[in-house]
């Protein structure tokens, strides 16, 4: 069965420090991975997205992944967090043809000052 | 600016009653998503529709009608067969690439 695992649901990181983030997936297909944040009563937004190619994608806000097809990871990273970062992302998995994605269940971020 | 608009953004039902959510994007996109989102549950399918006047059940249909008349609009109604409605719901749109925007969302409480 398709999955995604997000295996932290909360992460507490002071600011300035490094952060990395958990996503494990089980999918048939070769997958298209996203990574989304979503701030409290708000919508979802897309950090970033690997379809193919390098392993190391980068996205919006200082963030990047890297997909690991042989540990079926793909991890978001940030070398320095901001106050302004405290929010929850979720990972999700797709596929060429799918007709939607599946999300995994979030992690909360929280940031000490 | 193209985007999803959801609207209301919170939404009191009284129990027994019929309330439905609005969907509109401006950005041509063929297929849009409804999603129920609880705390801890993360995001749960409720309908999608790939293109106009048609539509697929998601994970947790039960108690929830929608309709794709336009492209454009996407309404789902929550109807009173949901026995558990208050949650935030979010509506989104896609490219063909799995690429999702969504909307800002709607609160919905049962009073």
């Known amino acids: 069965a398709q999955s995604v695992t997000q295996p932290d649901i909360h992460i507490t990181v002071s600011e300035g420090a490094s952060l990395e983030l958990r996503c494990n997936y089980s999918?048939?297909?070769?997958?298209?991975l996203f990574w989304y944040v979503q701030s409290p009563g708000q919508g979802l937004q897309l950090l970033l997205k690997?379809?193919?190619?390098?392993?190391l994608v980068q996205g919006i806000k200082g963030f990047e992944a890297e997909f690991k097809r042989s540990q079926s990871s793909f991890n978001l990273r940030k070398p320095s967090v901001h106050w302004s970062d405290a929010a929850e992302y979720f990972c999700a998995v797709g596929a060429k043809g799918d007709d939607k994605i599946i999300f995994g269940k979030g992690t909360r971020l929280h940031i000490l000052p | 600016d193209g985007g999803i608009t959801q609207s209301p953004k919170y939404l009191f039902r009284k129990e027994g009653q019929n309330v439905t959510l609005s969907c509109e994007q401006n950005?041509?996109?063929?297929?849009m998503y409804w999603y129920r989102q609880d705390p801890g549950q993360g995001l749960r399918l409720i309908y999608y529709s790939q293109i106009v006047n048609d539509f697929q059940k998601g994970d947790i249909a039960e108690g929830y009608s929608v309709s794709r008349e336009k492209k454009e609009s996407f309404p789902l109604t929550v109807t009173s067969a949901q026995k558990n409605p208050t949650a935030f719901y979010l509506c989104?749109?896609?490219?063909?690439?799995?690429?999702?925007?969504f909307g800002s969302g709607t609160r919905l409480t049962v009073v």
């Open positions: 950005l041509n996109h063929d297929a």
């Open positions: 989104a749109s896609s490219t063909g690439w799995n690429v999702y925007t």
């Open positions: 999918y048939g297909a070769t997958p298209y």
């Open positions: 690997y379809f193919s190619g390098d392993t």
